[in-house]
């Protein structure tokens, strides 16, 4: 399984899967384009990804943002020389009750969790037939995307939506040669769970650390995800390995959700 030399973009590269992701393509020898609104924190990633002897960049855009999405692909190509694989990472959790969500929180989840892949498929598929070859899309989906999870239940329509995208992208452009898969994590050790513990926390009582201990129980092999578990998946789905796998969405949780 190799992605060697291949120029490689990931959205939200700045923390978590999408550093682990940038860092595990570094190591099997990819160029990386690291994205994110954190500029202050890319810097630090990029010194990591080019301490594996490879090339790296970064580039600050918001994926709500469609024109800013399309001008990180541009700027990709240019720096690292081509442009081969997308993995639209970037994302936001919400937990609340269905019955309190706003306008507000519907409209910002979904404008990062469903249109920043709406745009990342879109501007890596045209750039992608521009350069005249295949090219691979790698959406990041959940669990939430195949259950709907209580407290999460915006979230997991985001997610769901996910799904949808990469089963009608992976159909629109087979005959392009480009594939479109996506990931599906569980309960990850992030920055972002612990937002998610500590919201749990303040709506039902819990002490902190109760709900992700109570995920974690709950895994088959009996431990908790790391951005490491999720970046071996993407780098197969990045790699010429996976070239004959598309519109899936697969799950990498160490045993929470059977499909």
């Not at 239940?153 to 392009?176: I, P």
């Not at 479109?180 to 500590?198: F, K, L, S």
Request: with cysteine.
């Amino acid at each position: 399984m190799s992605v060697k030399g291949k120029a490689v973009l990931v959205t939200g590269a700045s923390q978590g899967i999408g550093k682990g992701i940038a860092l595990r393509l570094a190591k099997d020898g990819a160029n990386v384009a690291l994205v994110d609104i954190k500029e202050d924190k890319l810097a630090g990633v990029k010194a990591e990804v080019e301490a594996f002897g490879v090339k790296a960049t970064t580039f600050v855009a918001d994926v709500s943002k469609r024109d800013q999405v399309y001008a990180a692909v541009e700027h990709t190509e240019k720096a690292l020389g081509g442009f081969d694989v997308i993995v639209n990472n970037a994302g936001i959790a919400q937990v609340k009750p269905l019955a309190d969500v706003t306008p507000e929180d519907l409209e910002r989840i979904f404008r990062i969790n469903v249109d920043g892949v709406v745009w990342g498929i879109q501007a890596g598929a045209a750039k992608f037939k521009a350069l005249g070859h295949k090219g691979k899309i790698i959406n990041a989906s959940s669990i939430a995307g195949h259950d709907g999870f209580a407290m999460l239940g915006v979230y997991s329509a985001t997610k769901f939506a996910v799904r949808a995208l990469t089963q009608a992208a992976a159909k629109e452009y087979a005959s392009a040669g480009i594939t479109v898969n996506a990931y599906c994590p569980g309960i990850v050790g992030t920055d972002m769970w612990v937002e998610i513990d500590e919201r749990f926390a303040e709506i039902t009582g819990a002490p902190k650390g109760e709900t992700y201990k109570k995920y974690v129980d709950g895994i088959a092999l009996g431990r908790a995800q790391t951005p490491e578990d999720v970046a071996a998946l993407v780098a197969f789905l990045a790699s010429d390995d996976s070239d004959y796998i598309t519109g899936q969405a697969i799950l990498t949780d160490g045993g929470i959700v059977y499909r």
